[in-house]
């Protein structure tokens, strides 16, 4: 049997020499893949909790109880600022890391930077949005519709805000402590949250905006 | 992944890069394959170019192909075996969502179709 490979999908995980890892020679796995797994957990039940926010923002969405549908309030050119922001701040957020990976602390600045300011320029539009949706009469209290609207589009933005404080933390502990192991996770799971909200809002702006101008 | 002599961890951090493995082209890449899908989603609900019953399903697809785009290029999960833990968890947490908004739906649907219409229930 040459050429058959005895563990393909390294269901063993010990190289072939039966000691799982965590046990023996191989030792645990190190700290870096075991924080950034653990925070995937949390990432994925943050997207658990999003989709209670999605199922009842669906359900709710044709009640708007002789209020303004969807339709009559969207604009979707600032949507698509919007999400153009956040789609780019995830390019610039990869970009950072790559260059906190090299260490080099300047173009780390650079980038968290850029990514600061996409994140602000997203939260900035979102909030016009909304203050301006109470302006006009159609606040959370107006309909079922609005109330999931602002709860589900809130929910999001707040994430965001929550992370544009988590990068300035960041920055903060990059020129404190410089590149230490800790600090390298900690940007790495940073990472990995803000390209999560990118997917949330994905879904938010087909869900809310596409499907909502559509009636 | 190469097996490295000396390192018998073959699992990846999610997001996490190691030699090197996400450059800059992995980030530009999804970028543009992600404006790409935007703009397509954006265009398909402007413009009359499709037969209106079909768009929602497209918007579903593309928004589901960007959020592919997203995990692979973005958050580096990949197929491979160094990614099992990762790709596992994320299918239990895909798992969840759908059976939350899909059984949502699936419930509410059916009680709203079961209700008395409210011109019905107004009646002494």
Redesign the interface.
């Known amino acids: 049997m040459s050429g058959e490979i005895a563990d393909?999908?390294?269901e063993d995980?010990?190289?072939g020499k039966g000691d799982p890892?965590g046990h023996g020679?191989?030792g645990p796995?190190?700290k870096?893949?075991t924080?950034?797994?653990g925070?995937?957990?949390f990432l994925?039940?943050d997207?658990?909790m999003f989709?209670?926010l999605?199922?009842?923002y669906?359900?709710l969405a044709p009640n708007t109880a002789g209020g303004p549908a969807g339709s009559e309030l969207f604009e979707?050119r600032l949507v698509?600022v919007e999400?153009?922001c956040l789609?780019?701040s995830?390019?610039t957020c990869?970009?950072m890391?790559?260059m906190a990976?090299k260490q080099r602390a300047g173009a780390t600045y650079l980038w968290a930077g850029l990514t600061a300011l996409l994140g602000l320029s997203f939260l900035a539009i979102e909030l016009y949005e909304l203050t301006h949706l109470v302006l006009e009469g159609a606040g959370p209290t107006r309909s079922a519709f609005l109330s999931a609207l602002f709860t589900l589009v809130g929910a999001h933005g707040l994430h965001v805000a929550a992370g544009l404080a988590w990068l300035t933390v960041m920055m903060g502990q990059v020129a404190t402590l410089g590149f230490t192991d800790a600090v390298q996770r900690r940007l790495?799971c940073f990472?990995?949250y803000w390209?999560?909200l990118?997917?949330i809002w994905?879904?938010l702006?087909?869900?809310v905006y596409?499907?909502g101008?559509?009636g | 992944m190469s097996?490295q002599k000396g390192d018998?961890?073959?699992?990846?951090?999610?997001?996490?890069?190691k030699e090197g493995a996400?450059?800059?082209s992995?980030?530009?890449a999804?970028?543009g394959l992600?404006?790409l899908l935007?703009v397509a989603?954006?265009a398909?609900?402007?413009s009359g170019a499709v037969w209106a019953p079909a768009?929602?399903i497209l918007?579903?697809v593309?928004?589901v192909a960007?959020?592919g785009v997203?995990?692979v290029f973005?958050?580096h999960i990949t197929s491979g075996?160094?990614n099992?833990?990762?790709t596992l968890?994320?299918a239990?947490?895909v798992m969840?969502?759908v059976l939350?908004?899909g059984g949502?739906?699936w419930i509410?649907a059916h009680l709203d179709h079961n209700m008395m219409p409210m011109a019905a229930m107004a009646k002494p």
């Open positions: 393909p999908r390294h995980r010990s190289g890892p020679e191989g796995a190190p870096q893949v924080v950034a797994f925070f995937w957990i994925l039940s997207i658990i989709s209670g999605f199922a009842s669906a359900v979707l698509f999400t153009l789609l780019f995830s390019f990869g970009v890391s790559i990976v790495l990472g990995l390209h999560a990118d997917i994905v879904a702006f087909t869900v596409l499907y101008v559509m | 097996e018998r961890h073959l699992d990846h951090a999610p997001g996490g890069h996400a450059r800059f992995t980030y530009a999804g970028l992600a404006l935007t989603s954006f398909l609900v402007g768009i929602p918007l579903a593309l928004a960007q959020m997203h995990l973005f958050l075996p160094e099992t833990n990762n968890a994320l239990f947490g969840i969502v939350t908004v949502t739906l509410m």
